[in-house]
């Protein structure tokens, strides 16, 4: 009995040792489970999190962050945000003069904001500016045409950049350079640009309705100097500027900015986003 009584013990002590592996891994396996979940949105949250944690105006993220949030957002489908491109927001009537283009806001702080751009048909948001900002872009569906900018800051210091228009009290011009001027159609890799050069100034123009998710950090603000701000363009050939020289071959890649304080082909209006909520933790 003595010997079974210890044979019993130790059966039971192993029986023990393999449940509580067996519990400790199930468990793990559950938590994992539970990780791979998280909605989309959430882990983009939380990526920014980290990626923006010591930003400002100016600030660049490291290129594994850059890397990690490009990931991230590449990841997100219109149904992880909870649209369809047969929604409301995609249509347009022939009443309207302009389509109205909606946006949905996620979230916001003063590290970084999260928002989606609904536009219908024709849809057209108007050539602006991200100063000091880092934007990540992710066409979610459709076909869009953009273009975009950066300021001329490669030529001879003599070489005049900034013009002043024929005409009384217009807003000077200043030279830019052409960085992409195509049509991208969803599925396609994120965007990105910096605050001073991958095009910092763009326009969007929906070739068919469509909807993109930005990242912008920081996000927009007045009092810290970072507003929005609206150009129009013109040809380089518009205008002959005594000592400015390009090669013919090359000018259609420069075009003239000119700041705008009309917006009378704009119109935004804010939505609820009805996607999967954000969860601060």
């Not at 869009?144 to 009384?168: A, C, G, L, R, T």
């Not at 123009?205 to 930005?214: E, I, M, R, Y």
């Not at 507003?227 to 000018?251: A, M, R």
Request: with cysteine; charged share 25%.
């Amino acid at each position: 009995m003595g010997i079974e009584k210890a044979l019993t013990e130790r059966k039971g002590r192993e029986f023990c040792g393999i449940s509580r592996e067996t519990i400790a891994s199930s468990n793990s396996r559950r938590n994992r489970r539970r990780e791979r979940k998280k909605p989309p949105v959430q882990m983009l949250f939380e990526t920014c999190k980290v990626v923006f944690a010591s930003g400002g105006t100016g600030f660049v993220p490291p290129l594994r962050d850059i890397e990690k949030l490009r990931s991230v957002l590449d990841g997100i489908r219109p149904e992880d945000v909870g649209l369809r491109p047969d929604m409301p927001y995609f249509r347009t009537s022939a009443s309207q003069r302009v389509p109205k283009i909606q946006y949905l806001h996620i979230y916001e702080c003063e590290k970084f904001s999260m928002g989606i751009f609904c536009l219908p048909p024709s849809g057209v948001i108007p050539l602006h500016n991200h100063p000091g900002m880092t934007v990540f872009s992710k066409l979610l569906f459709g076909t869009m045409h953009i273009k975009s900018y950066d300021w001329v800051v490669d030529m001879p210091p003599e070489s005049p950049k900034i013009i002043n228009p024929p005409e009384n009290q217009a807003p000077e011009m200043r030279l830019a350079k052409i960085k992409v001027d195509a049509d991208f159609t969803a599925p396609c890799n994120p965007s990105i640009l910096y605050p001073e050069d991958g095009g910092n100034m763009h326009c969007f123009t929906a070739v068919t309705a469509c909807a993109f998710l930005d990242v912008l950090g920081p996000p927009y603000s007045d009092s810290e100097g970072r507003h929005c701000t609206y150009y129009h363009n013109f040809p380089f050939s518009n205008f002959s500027v005594d000592g400015l020289s390009i090669p013919e071959e090359e000018k259609s890649a420069y075009e003239w900015l000119q700041e705008r304080e009309e917006l009378e082909d704009l119109e935004v209006k804010g939505k609820m986003y009805s996607g999967p909520k954000i969860v601060e933790n």
